[in-house]
């Protein structure tokens, strides 16, 4: 059993910050990637960016040069810096954590960027 908590999110005016945290337990043997997905209401779930167990980052162009995200794979923990917050960001922030063949899922954080 794998455990996903994300935690961080909340209220920001736009062209604010926040900084979201991922941390994974349970029977965890080795993680090959982490990385955060959103879903806005009424939309698809998207992905937002991903680091890999080498280091590799990728990200949505939609968050490229906003957005930073980091973490200790090893520690089974990841964070994503989001800076100049539109209101288009928001949204049910989630982590996710490539064990093996499966995908482990947290329940979310939300972000809601509004005046």
């Known amino acids: 059993q794998v455990q996903l908590v994300e935690s961080g999110g909340g209220l920001v005016q736009p062209g604010g910050s926040l900084r979201l945290s991922c941390a994974a337990s349970?029977?965890?043997?080795?993680?090959?990637?982490m990385g955060w997905f959103r879903q806005g209401p009424g939309k698809q779930r998207e992905f937002v960016a991903g680091?890999?167990?080498?280091?590799?980052?990728h990200y949505a162009d939609s968050v490229k040069g906003r957005f930073t995200i980091s973490g200790d794979i090893a520690k089974n923990t990841v964070t994503l810096q989001m800076n100049s917050l539109k209101p288009e960001d928001t949204a049910n922030y989630l982590c996710?954590?490539?064990?093996?063949?499966?995908?482990?899922w947290g329940q979310g954080t939300q972000v809601t960027v509004s005046s």
């Open positions: 349970g029977s965890i043997f080795s993680i090959n990637a």
């Open positions: 680091i890999m167990s080498g280091g590799n980052t």
């Open positions: 996710d954590a490539a064990i093996g063949s499966r995908v482990y």
